[in-house]
């Protein structure tokens, strides 16, 4: 069985793995105050041109949304998110369990508008007993979204315009976010990443690395404090080196940019062949996760040799699978995949 269900299935990079190996007799300081960790963050602010920015090492994703987030929100306040956000369909209701509510909204194609933003806060600012609700004290995005859609540089930066006139952070959930700027579709840098939002992650998790998410702030007031969040949270790893070590790596030599761009242009080949094939998609996607629809036909076939997610049953009775590339995805599997997608 070839498995294209999600995009950490293996391991971590070599180059971590022979790392991680040749430190582990060392004896450092714990809680992240080591050298590698230090030089994985320098490595980070100066690839984000950010020397201002502070950076914190998480072990996930969910741990890091939900730190994030409960530092930033006062105890009557919620967070808007696009209605498919992980933070609302896939984290069992993480954010709702440190007392606050996730503002929903958004579009099919699980991205926010910067408008659907300014409505939701106006609203609730122009409201006679606004008091009587959830304020909304934040923004959360992710890119890419669930979905696989991706933002342009416009539109983010429009949303991060939308959140400084109206005085609310704006977070990226970048879980994935190496896989959305190496896609060649793509328009942003990390640099436009850290330059329009406030706070936001860089996923290793699901990009290369054992485990872990590198948290970037810009904003000062989202610094005040932060390891103290983290701690009280959990989130404060004893053996912190194990996170500094494996961004220290993936941050030398662009490894990080080239393991997901390798993902992307492989997921692109795919949503190719599917096209060529006259199959269609759930959602235009560019990044490494692709949503195509099949007959029940062509799912039974194609889940005889491949391992995919089932995203539902359409009302015709098609099937939405999700395919997903990572940085570790074998070339000969994505041409295996296309000549059995070419016979279908």
């Known amino acids: ?70 530092s930033i929100l006062k105890h009557h306040q919620g967070v808007i998110s696009a209605h498919t956000g992980h933070i609302q369909e896939h984290e069992t209701g993480a954010i709702e369990a440190t007392g606050h509510r996730i503002i929903t909204t958004g579009n099919d194609d699980g991205k926010l508008t910067a408008q659907q933003i300014i409505d939701i806060y106006d609203s609730h600012m122009n409201d006679s007993i606004r008091e009587f609700y959830v304020q909304p004290g934040m923004v959360y995005i992710s890119h890419p979204t669930e979905n696989g859609t991706m933002y342009t ?88 080196r194990l996170l500094g070590i494996q961004f220290d790596v993936l941050f030398e030599d662009n490894l990080y940019f080239e393991v997901s761009k390798h993902a992307a242009t492989l997921a692109l080949d ?26 029940k036909e062509q799912y039974e076939t194609i889940t005889e040799k491949y391992s995919v997610s089932y995203n539902g049953e359409l009302p015709d009775g098609r099937v939405v699978v999700r395919f997903c590339t990572s940085w570790a995805t074998k070339e000969e599997d994505v041409k295996a995949l296309i000549e059995d997608i070419k016979a279908l």
């Open 153 to 240: 540089k416009k539109e983010i930066e429009d949303i991060y315009a939308a959140c400084k006139e109206r005085n609310i952070p704006l977070f990226i959930d970048g879980a994935r976010l190496g896989y959305g700027l190496m896609s060649p579709k793509s328009d942003m840098t990390l640099e436009d990443i850290a330059n329009n939002s406030d706070v936001f992650y860089i996923g290793g998790t699901k990009v290369g690395a054992l485990f872990g998410e590198a948290v970037v702030i810009t904003n000062e007031a989202v610094k005040k404090d932060f390891r103290y969040h983290i701690k009280q949270r959990g989130g404060l790893l004893a053996k912190g």
């Open 270 to 295: 795919i949503k190719n062949a599917f096209l060529e094939k006259g199959i269609p998609f759930r959602y235009d996607s560019d990044s490494n996760q692709q949503f195509p629809i099949l007959t």
């Open 1 to 70: 069985m070839i498995r294209f269900e999600c995009d950490y299935t293996e391991g971590a990079h070599e180059n971590i793995i022979k790392k991680l190996v040749e430190t582990n007799f060392e004896q450092t300081a714990g809680y992240g105050n080591d050298p590698y960790t230090e030089s994985a963050k320098a490595k980070i602010r100066k690839a984000c041109n950010r020397p201002d920015a502070d950076v914190h090492f998480l072990v996930g994703g969910t741990q890091a949304n939900i730190t994030v987030i409960a």
